[in-house]
């Protein structure tokens, strides 16, 4: 490039010249022009850079800076402050410091730190239409090297070496092929590029046809060379126009430099490039119907033998590469097979491009060693994950490729790793997915990709692929049947065995690789009729109400308070949901994080609007309920009084019954009363709450346990014909390290508990709690009200992959509750029989676990002391199975908890009905409610046979709603809570909203269950 | 010569044999349905899949080669399950009303489900594009039962050159049909039917016309006569399990009075009429051309196949002034039916009705030309198939294998061999070089048995050179002038034929026929005519030829009467009138 002071690089890739980029280049060479900094500044239109979301973008070297969503009008301010004043336009620039205040230079920036440009070696740094910068950049340095030292066996064999596969999809030895092409008889050649991308997402062959297409012309000459051949076509789609117009260009200069023609350099290699272009069919990609297009005739595979080596374009020898693969060769010849074999795997070498799309932060074309974690190309180059969801999977490979969950995060990007997942490497198409994704549906979606795509010749790929579609169509729907997953599986591997051409035998991979990775989705929406994803129109009524694992009718209720009619809100809430003063309070409101409201400004504060709501119930509203039956007469008991066990009685008292409630502890309430503390759940709430549904007729007998006072056997010999166990799981787990019985040791529960019922409980002066959950913080804030001189939650690894309520854990640190993160205690250390302080590790973050979170690493030479004499351990809990089901024995899960029909709740003994935590493990109180209704609606069918359930039947709230009406705009209210200075005793911290607050908050609401 | 293995049996095949070829030759049966031997390979259907060790997926055997050393399974677990999953797929989208289909018990479709074992369509669901399409007098399509297997593209694109249907649309809309999805009637379509000889199920088939043939028998008041074509006797035994080349002459007609026909005649009495008049027109031509030295256009070329003259005035119009004026034998026959013979019973030509059976669907194109209402109503009135023969014999309850031997009827039922070979490629030719040659000579062709053998046959374009010598005084113009003929079977060949000539080729006749093989590979005949199928009904022909006391046209006594009583001579007005035509160079659409 030239000697200016500075150079201003504007890409003008596909996806920046769509979003402006053209105009900002004007916009830039006028404020450039106007500050008279024409000789010292130099604008120059490159190809795609890569961060094509943030586009337009631009680099300024040679500082390195990268400028991002460049608005015409942000030129005038780049001119005057970075290219005249010498100072970055922070708030324009791509990448700042953590600490948000210096821009970050392009080498530093993670999304190009990690990266290993080869194929996009130009791409962003030339100006495509100068052939002079390709020649500057070593252009046609490896043509002439090809051509004046090196035989055609010898560009053959640098080419093998390399490893070089072939990188439109099936991954074949690209210096196999040459060789087997070399060796194909016949003195007419044609030398072929398949540019015909049509992977929904990839776009990296457009980008070097935009951005250097004479790395193409280049290659394609030099395999001319390799296999004798002295002409080539490049097969575009036709909706590449951009690249059809600069690879022309291109043609034509390397054409003027006698790089294209007879005799090049001099040499007694002649061949020349012309341009054929696709008509926009997805199969025109497979080989033989690319050359069938090129023919003329319509666009179809042909079976194969013969193999194009042998018949191919006008039955001539024929080979095809695509232009990735091209695009590497240069560089192999130029700097040697060894060297691209130096990056990769034993199996897989060099570097592959990915479009990166999807709900990842930082999307666009990334080029990366092959063989890199999944889970770093993710986290690392993609940023991770927007707006906090949580990775789901990543689907690669396109229409033909699969998913890959979570618990493979760690899988090398490879082309045998990825394929032994179900997926493939593909051209490089790479779709994050978050947990808005439902898998069903994505499934659905590339089928009905291919199925629009199938030429139609063969029957497996015409009619099969349609069949399954039209399979998914039901599941999606919800009129999936019983066997539709089976279906859907043989039908796929029948027409991976059968089908004509590489379309049609790759078609069910993503069906097939959803079903691999995320069956339980399927079998939900069949059997459940639900979609947990909340994207399925027909099985989602409203996103909220979906998420909602107890099904309550969010919409609903919010509607009526927004029309003042409490009371009708409250009892429509308790149609599904009876503790609705609770969950106004401790509910992590899943409902929330689905709320379409986001989509415009921010998601509807339902939580708050429910406490609105509950505080306005002046008498306690019943339910309706029938009037005594032959249900009341039959014994049915509920072991265990939390949110479970109190759900499903009032929802048996709904049906009729008259259900006994027998609880261990002296109170009921379960968690609820024994584990979560006043400050969040004021007790006189809860045992109202809990008053309600004793009023419905059920009786709680406290103080009885399980395996202690009574068993299972014993409940039969009292004559219960139908129980429900929930006995949560109330045993914390212990951390395995020596030491834990010492005194100033505890677990979080018991410390919990042992306060919540009894008043009191030791707290020490330094108090180190151990964990990242719920537990965790509930004991921190309760040591820290009773006067511990400081609480330290210790978690092994970052805020980040906290499992606690992020709500929690920002009270927490209000508080004064201080944290630790990255660090596990490894041994306890007493003085005078009591504990002094605790020996804690340091951790690092390593692999991807099964939950797609980065696995703690110790490392041994951080290891340091925290003084503390009370260590709270908060690590888990579990069931204790021996100790309850004494006599009886009732089938565990994997996790070791009571092992249930997810439908209905029922154990392996059929009279025995399971829910809440002593199922699911610790949970969720909104969880357990939900458990709770299910069982007892089981417990009905049991014992009645089955029989309308009056709260399932769908509603119709007569609210008032315009659906023409525009969205009344307005911020989402914060919470309202008690200052941090008035948190001293276990004063409730959160407190109510005004009218006004409360009332326009509903009104807020998009109503998306509306329906004509 | 690779040798293979193919479910334990070890075979030796010639190069490029097909594995589907090569299980055959091994007496394997391999169900198949888009191939068609000769005609087709192209693994679309998917229904001939074999194993073969170390490949990935199931193999479509039809077109994939055998080489040494394959070790092939064709009855494992695995091919079992994917055929029939395949026809099951194929069932889905087809629709299945057996019983009221044309196809019924003669179904390539229901063949290979039968044997499959298929008892229920695992993956029902939506059905694709349904369309029928009656535009044209001679074909119905009903996209409804098409299986996609391209066997009729194949035919019309590659046999024939005519390219008026192909697949349309992707995926599971594809559809089969003219472009733009339009109508058979707005394309280039000659209506030879040869799509319809190789549906393997019922989507193409010929306008049934039987109902019209039986309510004219029925009425009264009409005088119902029936031609029959000289394919017709070599084919229609096949519609009741006689094997191919069955000579079925005398059965025939007695069958066709069994059905009510008043009188049965034989187009081959229409047939040496041609030969009179276009024997003559060829003479003519020569005579002007070489005595008067005007510049007639030469070569003459054959009109009697009807496909051809549509394809003739669509594709090459230039050649239109070529061909015979002559109208086709069937056309000939009705325009002399409804005044010669109406005029001897005494009828008006409007109350003789004339069937045609014909073992073409072009035909009833034909017959509904505008010029084809000589005698003042249209001269040919129901067109039927030999498939619509066989039919309507059934209808009948006529044991046909058991009938006796029957006579053709006077006093248009009289021919000579020379018509009886009208049915095959050549055929024509051959026909009438032995009525010119021995007009010009007085002798015999000098033919072995009056064979012209190297315009015999199936290759697809085939010359012939006769040396005239000895000529009578008349004809004296054309003493050692050679004859130089063409013979083309199959558009396709005939356009290689015109292109010779047009590259300077010379000519004096040309015969085309538009089908493969001739008449006996007609679009009409019973399904399926593969070349030993035509190889067999040529021979049948060639038989019955062989067997007439009198084997030249000019030798036909009612032939020699219908010229002395009505139409005095060849090319005479009454002729000119009743038996030659015009045409119209058409738009290429």
Redesign the interface.
């Known amino acids: 490039m030239s000697r200016s002071r500075c150079n201003v690089l504007i890409c003008t890739g596909g996806g920046c010249v769509a979003s402006g980029a053209l105009e900002l280049s004007a916009a830039m060479r006028a404020a450039v022009q106007k500050r008279g900094l024409d000789g010292e500044v130099q604008i120059f239109e490159t190809g795609c850079l890569g961060p094509c979301a943030a586009g337009p973008v631009a680099v300024i070297h040679p500082d390195g800076i990268l400028y991002q969503n460049l608005k015409p009008a942000d030129a005038e301010r780049i001119a005057e402050e970075h290219l005249l004043r010498g100072r970055v336009v922070k708030d324009l620039a791509y990448e700042r410091r953590p600490d948000g205040m210096e821009a970050l230079g392009l080498r530093e920036i993670p999304f190009f730190r990690r990266q290993e440009k080869i194929v996009l070696r130009n791409c962003g740094l030339i100006d495509p239409l100068k052939i002079e910068e390709y020649i500057a950049r070593d252009g046609y340095g490896a043509l002439a090297k090809v051509l004046t030292e090196m035989s055609p066996a010898q560009v053959t064999e640098e080419v093998k070496q390399s490893g070089l596969r072939g990188r439109g999809g099936a991954g074949f030895s690209t210096g196999m092929k040459w060789w087997l092409w070399r060796e194909a008889h016949g003195t007419e050649k044609y030398t072929l590029c398949n540019a015909d991308e049509g992977d929904p997402g990839a776009f990296m062959d457009r980008s070097v046809l935009e951005g250097d297409p004479h790395s193409l012309i280049e290659a394609m000459t030099i395999a001319g060379y390799a296999i004798g051949s002295s002409q080539g076509y490049v097969y575009v789609r036709a909706e590449y126009p951009l690249a059809v117009e600069r690879l022309t260009r291109a043609i034509g200069h390397a054409r003027e430099r006698g790089l294209l023609g007879k005799n090049i350099m001099g040499s007694t290699h002649s061949f020349d490039l012309e341009i054929r272009m696709g008509s926009g069919?997805f199969v025109c990609g497979e080989e033989t119907a690319l050359m069938t297009s090129i023919e003329g005739n319509?666009g179809?595979p042909?079976?194969r033998?013969p193999f194009p080596a042998f018949k191919g374009l006008w039955n001539k020898p024929s080979l095809l590469n695509n232009v990735e693969t091209y695009a590497a060769i240069p560089s192999i010849i130029l700097k040697g097979a060894s060297w691209y074999a130096s990056m990769g795997t034993a199996k897989s070498k060099g570097t592959k491009v990915f479009a990166l799309a999807g709900a990842v932060k930082n999307t666009g074309l990334v080029e990366i060693p092959i063989g890199m974690q999944l889970g770093e190309l993710v986290f690392d180059i993609g940023g991770g994950m927007r707006e906090g969801k949580t990775f789901k999977a990543a689907q690669i490979g396109g229409p033909s490729g699969g998913c890959i969950p979570r618990h493979h995060l760690n899988v090398p990007v490879d082309y045998e790793s990825l394929v032994e997942l179900g997926a493939i490497m593909g051209s490089g198409g790479l779709i994050v997915m978050d947990e808005d994704t439902c898998m069903v549906d994505i499934s659905r979606f590339f089928l009905e990709f291919v199925?629009?795509?199938?030429?139609?010749?063969?029957?497996?790929?015409?009619?099969?692929?349609?069949?399954m579609l039209?399979?998914l169509d039901r599941i999606c729907e919800g009129r999936g049947q019983e066997g539709d997953i089976e279906?859907l599986v043989?039908?796929g591997h029948?027409i991976?065995?059968?089908?004509?051409c590489g379309l049609g035998?790759t078609a069910p991979n993503p069906v097939l690789s959803a079903i691999r990775h995320f069956r339980e989705e399927f079998v939900e929406h069949i059997r459940d009729h639900k979609c947990r994803a909340g994207v399925c129109p027909e099985l989602v009524r409203a996103p909220c109400q979906n998420a909602c694992p107890a099904g309550v009718d969010v919409p609903g209720f919010v509607s009526l308070i927004g029309e003042k009619r409490f009371d009708e809100a409250l009892t429509l809430h308790r149609e599904r949901n009876p503790l609705a003063a609770v969950c106004s309070r401790v509910c992590f409101h899943p409902c929330e994080s689905k709320c379409r409201r986001s989509t415009l400004d921010d998601p509807l504060s339902i939580r708050s609007l429910k406490r609105y709501m509950v505080e306005q119930e002046k008498e306690l509203n019943l339910p309706p309920m029938p009037a005594d039956g032959e249900n009341a007469k039959r014994k049915v008991a509920v072991v265990g009084a939390g949110p479970a066990g109190l759900s499903c009685a009032y929802f048996l008292a709904r049906l009729g019954y008259r259900p006994t409630i027998f609880e261990a502890a002296s109170e009921p309430g379960g968690m609820l009363v024994q584990a979560i503390p006043a400050y969040r759940l004021p007790r006189d709430i809860l045992r109202r709450e809990i008053g309600m549904i004793e009023k419905l007729g059920v009786q709680i007998r406290t103080n009885q346990s399980l395996g202690r006072d009574f068993t299972l056997s014993s409940m039969k010999e009292m004559g219960f014909e139908a129980v429900f166990i929930a006995v949560g799981a109330p045993k914390g787990a212990s951390m395995g390290m020596t030491g834990e019985d010492a005194p100033g040791v505890t677990e979080a529960i018991d410390f919990l508990r042992q306060y919540n019922l009894t008043g009191k409980v030791p707290v020490g002066k330094n108090v180190v709690v151990v964990g990242g959950g719920n537990a965790a913080i509930d004991a921190a804030r309760t040591a820290l009200r009773l006067g511990a001189g400081s609480v330290t939650v210790a978690y092994r690894r970052t805020r980040a992959e906290m499992p606690a309520y992020r709500e929690e854990v920002e009270e927490a640190e209000r508080e004064g509750v201080k944290f630790q993160f990255l660090a596990t205690p490894v041994e306890l250390q007493q003085e005078k029989g009591k504990l002094a302080a605790v020996k804690m590790r340091r951790m690092g973050l390593g692999d991807f676990d099964r939950s797609g979170r980065r696995r703690p690493v110790a490392d041994p030479q951080g290891d340091f002391m925290m003084p503390a004499d009370q260590l709270i351990a908060a690590v888990g809990q579990t069931l204790q199975p021996n100790e309850i089901f004494n006599g009886v024995s009732l089938k565990l899960n994997d996790h070791e908890f009571i092992a249930v029909n997810p439908v209905n709740g029922q154990a392996s003994e059929e009279w025995v009905f399971a829910g809440g935590d002593a199922v699911s493990g610790p949970s969720s109180v909104i969880e357990a409610i939900a458990a709770g209704e299910k069982a007892a609606v089981g417990m009905h069918a049991f014992l009645a046979g089955k029989g309308d359930i009056p709260w399932r039947a769908p509603r119709i709230v007569d609210t008032f709603f315009d659906p023409d009406a525009d969205p009344v705009m307005g911020t989402r209210p914060g919470l309202k809570l008690i200052p941090v200075s008035r948190r001293k005793g276990f004063a409730e911290v959160e407190t109510t909203w005004s009218a006004g607050v409360a009332l326009a908050e509903a009104k807020r609401c998009l109503r998306c269950d509306y329906r004509e | 010569m690779p040798s293979l293995t193919i479910d334990h049996k070890t075979i030796s095949v010639a190069d490029g044999t097909s594995l589907l070829e090569a299980a055959r030759q091994a007496g394997i049966h391999v169900p198949s349905l888009c191939y068609l031997k000769k005609v087709q390979a192209i693994g679309s259907c998917r229904v001939c899949l074999m194993e073969v060790e170390g490949a990935r997926s199931l193999m479509a055997s039809c077109v994939t080669p055998a080489f040494e050393g394959m070790k092939v399974h064709t009855n494992s677990a695995r091919v079992r399950a994917a055929r029939k999953t395949v026809v099951e797929l194929i069932l889905s989208d087809h629709d299945g009303d057996c019983q009221t289909c044309d196809r019924n018990g003669d179904c390539e479709l229901q063949a290979v489900a039968r044997d499959l074992g298929i008892r229920e369509i695992t993956y029902a669901g939506s059905m694709s594009v349904r369309r029928k399409d009656t535009s044209t007098p001679a074909l119905v399509r009903n996209t409804a039962k098409c299986i996609l297997c391209r066997r009729c593209v194949t035919v019309c694109g590659q046999t024939q050159g005519v390219a008026a249907i192909f697949p349309q649309k992707r995926g599971f809309q594809s559809v089969i049909g003219p472009a733009f999805t339009s109508d058979l009637a707005d394309v280039v379509c000659v209506q030879c039917g040869q799509c319809a000889a190789v549906c393997p199920v019922g989507a193409i088939g010929e306008n049934d016309e039987t109902a019209k043939a039986w309510a004219a028998i029925d009425d009264p008041k009409k005088t119902v006569v029936v031609q029959t074509a000289p394919a017709i006797r070599a084919a229609i035994g096949e519609c009741f399990g006689l094997p191919p080349g069955t000579l079925v002459t005398g059965k025939m007609v007695t069958a066709l009075r069994l059905m009510g026909f008043d009188k049965v005649f034989d187009t081959n009495f229409s047939a040496d009429l041609t030969i009179m008049e276009e024997g003559t027109e060829l003479l003519t031509r020569l005579k002007k051309a070489l005595v008067d030295k005007e510049a007639v256009p030469l070569p003459l070329l054959t009109s009697c196949s009807p496909g051809w003259i549509r394809y003739a005035e669509h594709f090459y119009p230039e050649i239109l002034p070529n061909i015979s004026t002559c109208k086709s034998p069937q056309q000939m026959f009705g325009a002399v039916a409804k005044t010669y013979y109406a005029e001897k019973i005494g009828k008006k030509a409007e109350d003789v009705f004339v069937v045609s059976v014909m073992p073409c669907t072009a035909k009833k194109y034909e017959a509904q030309r505008p010029e084809m209402t000589a005698s003042g109503v249209r001269d040919v009135d129901v067109v039927l198939t030999t498939r619509e023969l066989g039919r309507m014999i059934r209808q009948g309850g006529i044991d046909f294998p058991n009938l006796p031997d029957g006579a053709m009827d006077s006093i248009l039922g009289a021919s000579s061999g020379a018509a009886d070979i009208f049915a095959n490629t050549g055929g024509v030719m051959e026909a009438a070089l032995r009525t010119v040659y021995e007009i010009v000579t007085r002798r015999q062709l000098p033919f072995d048995n009056l064979h012209v053998a190297p315009i015999a046959g199936l290759t697809g374009v085939k010359e012939a050179a006769v040396k005239i010598e000895g000529t009578v005084r008349e004809w004296s113009f054309l003493e050692g002038v050679t004859l130089k003929v063409a013979v083309a079977h199959g558009l396709g060949n005939a356009r290689l034929l015109i292109e010779r000539m047009k590259g300077g080729e010379h000519y004096h006749f040309v015969e085309v026929m538009t089908c493969p093989g001739g008449c006996i590979g007609g679009g009409g005949q019973p399904r399926l005519t593969t070349d030993d199928v035509r190889r067999a009904r040529i021979a049948a022909i060639y038989k019955e030829d062989e067997g007439k006391p009198i084997r030249k046209s000019h030798d036909n006594p009612e032939v020699a009467a219908i010229y002395q009583e009505f139409l005095k001579k060849p090319l005479g007005e009454k002729s000119h009138h009743l038996l030659h035509t015009r045409y119209t160079a058409r738009e290429r659409v």
């Open positions: 069919a319509r179809e042909r079976p033998p199925q629009d795509e199938s030429c139609g010749k063969c029957t497996p790929c015409r009619v099969g692929t349609r069949r039209e399979i279906r043989d039908l029948t991976k065995d059968t089908a004509l035998q």
